[in-house]
């Protein structure tokens, strides 16, 4: 009898897998479909430029890679996996909540703008509980060396990107209307899957997320599976101050010499910081030392290949937005949707690789860890070599088929298949199981600083135009009479985007403004503006135009106030909470039309093909390096592939 047990334990999975894989689906339908949306909402509805969304954006999903640190801390000392998972998804929940009314309240953009970063301070601390704790748990259902752990991981990661498949696509529909006053339903239905994400954990957990022997997992602290050397992280006075130093150190050098900003230097600082605390702990046999170190270094080539993979919710969504023809069979396909491309290539895909793994195998041909890495890292350079070779040579007024997106999105999935399951693993082979959660946080951590540099990344993109002030001006009705000679023919949106549109041009306009208001406020703090001598026109291009007006649907009127300077007008309908009418708001913006080109080590990305192949060059050396390092790592593993 007890051989029939062992076969069938061998050949199949544990129902638990399956529950863990329905929770995290859901779980990451919540993040994935706010995410989505993030950065078009803070673009068209609070009408950020693209650096500065850019930068709100890798903070938000630096930090949300940055907590699992704190949560797997304290899921190893304290709480057990399932408090923490628990825990974690309430507080998204509510996250997501206070992200549908910051969409509900953005015309008040002080107002939506604090709803917001406080809906995303409380997915990132959120995030922080449930991500690291349900990772550690898969491994558990499975007895030590058993050889199904990777196809685990495999299938584990097919459930995190059917939730990322579908949630671009139900949020997209709700919120990526072109209305931005419906984000808030697609952020409603990011904080219904996060409900359902915690209601099928709590009800399922007890039965069927045991071990192998039937005992309950993550109910206790981590440290406490071990008879011995339970206390897994002495603090030391010593080790204390040495860690603090470093982290104090490095965080000034990234602050004052990197420019990268309070988030930014904490991020790098502590990825520098909090792997050194964990391996000077005293206790840690020189096996484990080395093994710990492997993960190491394999986490920080991870930080090239997230930092170039996260672009598709950042810079990748603005090429779907503005330069990528996404008409299909007469209907406009929305941005958003195309961050469901790579999700639904994983679940495709997945079990392709699950078999390729288990084949090579048997024949005892599976690459190591580490090589399968540097295979991905080369991957993800050939995808953006793709997408660079589209857009070379491109009229920025072109649009490109949404093949070159596709292509690009496909090739990375089989370098993420590569990479990021079969990191998951290895963390969970490697890591002593008195620090499992913990340094499956320092794993995350390596994403954390990954994903703020992909903010930073994206902050290069090449801009046509950029949005400089907006205001809703209080001296509306001379300010209409002013502009009102300068209604923009309806025409001009049907016009060929490299043709040229004629336009009155000011001699010289006077701006006041609220000088008691803060600088960083004065968005909302126009008093008034005067307009004079209109008496000429100039030609502006019509895809300048038609740039600005994806950024305001409601523009109808414009003046322009200098060859790089544009003002546009838009009258927005806002639903007046008290009377339940909606009233008419009008807003003004000042559009740069000649923005600096930004310019990274040096070189100035002056094209979308300087900036393709910037992460071309990223990808490739750093799997070159990683190839030819990875035989070293493969004898600190220690026998452990």
């Known amino acids: 009898m007890e051989s029939i047990e062992t076969k069938t334990q061998q050949t199949g999975h544990p129902k638990g897998l399956y529950v863990l894989f329905v929770t995290e689906m859901w779980e990451r339908f919540s993040y994935y479909g706010m995410r989505a949306l993030f950065?078009?909402?803070?673009?068209?509805?609070?009408?950020?430029?693209?650096?500065?969304?850019?930068?709100?954006?890798?903070?938000?999903?630096?930090?949300?890679?940055?907590?699992?640190?704190?949560?797997?801390?304290?899921?190893?000392?304290?709480?057990?996996?399932?408090?923490?998972?628990?825990?974690?998804?309430?507080?998204?929940?509510?996250?997501?909540?206070?992200?549908?009314?910051?969409?509900?309240?953005?015309?008040?953009?002080?107002?939506?703008?604090?709803?917001?970063?406080?809906?995303?301070?409380?997915?990132?601390?959120g995030n922080g509980f449930f991500k690291p704790n349900i990772s550690t748990m898969v491994g558990q259902l499975y007895p030590a060396g058993d050889k199904r752990v990777d196809s685990a991981f495999t299938i584990f990661y097919m459930g995190i990107n059917l939730g990322a498949f579908i949630a671009p696509l139900l949020c997209g529909y709700l919120g990526d209307t072109g209305n931005p006053g419906d984000f808030r339903w697609g952020f409603m239905?990011?904080?219904?899957?996060?409900?359902?994400?915690?209601?099928?954990?709590?009800?399922?957990?007890?039965?069927?997320?045991?071990?192998?022997?039937?005992?309950?997992?993550?109910?206790?602290?981590?440290?406490?599976?071990?008879?011995?050397?339970?206390?897994?992280?002495?603090?030391?006075?010593?080790?204390?101050?040495?860690?603090?130093?470093?982290?104090?150190?490095?965080?000034?050098?990234?602050?004052?010499?990197?420019?990268?900003?309070?988030?930014?230097?904490?991020?790098?600082?502590?990825?520098?910081?909090?792997?050194?605390?964990?391996?000077?702990?005293?206790?840690?046999?020189?096996?484990?030392?080395?093994?710990?170190?492997?993960?190491?270094?394999?986490?920080?080539?991870?930080?090239?290949?997230?930092?170039?993979?996260?672009?598709?919710?950042?810079?990748?969504?603005?090429?779907?937005?503005?330069?990528?023809?996404?008409?299909?069979?007469?209907?406009?396909?929305?941005?958003?949707?195309?961050?469901?491309?790579?999700?639904?290539?994983?679940?495709i895909f997945a079990p392709l690789f699950v078999w390729l793994w288990g084949w090579l195998g048997n024949k005892g041909m599976e690459p190591a860890s580490p090589f399968k890495q540097s295979i991905g890292l080369f991957l993800l350079a050939i995808g953006y070599l793709v997408i660079a070779f589209g857009v070379k040579g491109l009229d920025p007024s072109a649009k490109v088929s949404m093949v070159w997106l596709l292509g690009l999105y496909t090739i990375h999935?089989?370098?993420?298949?590569?990479?990021?399951?079969?990191?998951?693993?290895?963390?969970?082979?490697?890591?002593?199981?008195?620090?499992?959660?913990?340094?499956?946080?320092?794993?995350?951590?390596?994403?954390?600083?990954?994903?703020?540099?992909?903010?930073?990344?994206?902050?290069?993109y090449p801009e046509e135009v950029k949005i400089e002030k907006s205001y809703i001006p209080e001296a509306t009705p001379a300010l209409i009479k002013v502009l009102e000679g300068n209604m923009l023919d309806t025409n001009v949106w049907k016009q060929d985007p490299k043709t040229t549109y004629k336009l009155n041009v000011a001699n010289y306009a006077t701006v006041k403004v609220d000088t008691t208001v803060k600088k960083e406020d004065q968005k909302d703090s126009l008093i008034s503006l005067t307009i004079d001598s209109i008496s000429k026109t100039a030609e502006i291009s019509v895809f300048h135009l038609k740039v600005i007006k994806s950024n305001n649907k409601n523009i109808d009127r414009a003046v322009l106030l200098s060859d790089t300077s544009l003002l546009t007008h838009e009258i927005a309908e806002v639903k007046n909470e008290k009377t339940g009418?909606?009233?008419?708001?009008?807003?003004?913006?000042?559009?740069?039309?000649?923005?600096?080109?930004?310019?990274?080590?040096?070189?100035?990305?002056?094209?979308?093909?300087?900036?393709?192949?910037?992460?071309?060059?990223?990808?490739?050396?750093?799997?070159?390096?990683?190839?030819?390092?990875?035989?070293?790592?493969?004898?600190?593993?220690?026998?452990?592939?």
């Open 413 to 460: 999935t089989f370098g993420e298949l590569c990479l990021s399951p079969i990191g998951l693993s290895m963390v969970n082979k490697l890591a002593p199981v008195k620090l499992a959660s913990l340094l499956m946080g320092v794993w995350f951590l390596s994403t954390a600083a990954a994903n703020k540099f992909a903010g930073t990344l994206s902050s290069l």
């Open 189 to 347: 239905a990011a904080c219904v899957g996060m409900i359902l994400s915690l209601i099928l954990f709590i009800t399922l957990k007890n039965k069927y997320i045991v071990t192998p022997t039937g005992e309950q997992i993550g109910e206790k602290p981590n440290s406490s599976r071990q008879d011995t050397n339970t206390e897994s992280i002495p603090l030391s006075p010593t080790r204390l101050i040495s860690t603090l130093v470093i982290l104090v150190g490095t965080f000034a050098a990234f602050f004052n010499y990197f420019d990268l900003g309070l988030i930014g230097s904490f991020i790098f600082s502590l990825t520098i910081s909090a792997p050194y605390f964990i391996i000077t702990d005293p206790a840690l046999s020189k096996v484990e030392k080395q093994r710990i170190w492997v993960v190491y270094i394999a986490a920080f080539f991870v930080i090239f290949f997230w930092a170039a993979f996260e672009q598709a919710g950042a810079s990748l969504t603005y090429f779907a937005e503005e330069q990528t023809n996404r008409t299909v069979m007469g209907m406009n396909v929305p941005a958003s949707y195309f961050q469901s491309v790579n999700a639904v290539a994983i679940v």
């Open 39 to 125: 950065i078009l909402f803070m673009t068209k509805a609070l009408l950020f430029d693209k650096a500065h969304a850019s930068d709100v954006y890798g903070s938000y999903t630096g930090l949300v890679y940055l907590t699992p640190l704190l949560g797997g801390y304290m899921a190893d000392r304290y709480w057990g996996n399932r408090k923490s998972i628990i825990i974690g998804g309430v507080l998204m929940a509510f996250g997501q909540l206070l992200m549908f009314f910051a969409g509900t309240y953005y015309q008040d953009a002080a107002t939506a703008t604090t709803l917001m970063f406080a809906g995303l301070t409380f997915l990132i601390i």
């Open 581 to 641: 009418k909606f009233d008419k708001v009008e807003k003004l913006q000042f559009w740069n039309l000649k923005p600096t080109k930004p310019s990274f080590a040096g070189a100035k990305i002056e094209t979308l093909y300087d900036f393709f192949m910037l992460f071309v060059y990223m990808a490739g050396i750093a799997a070159v390096i990683l190839f030819f390092l990875s035989s070293k790592l493969l004898k600190m593993m220690n026998g452990v592939r």
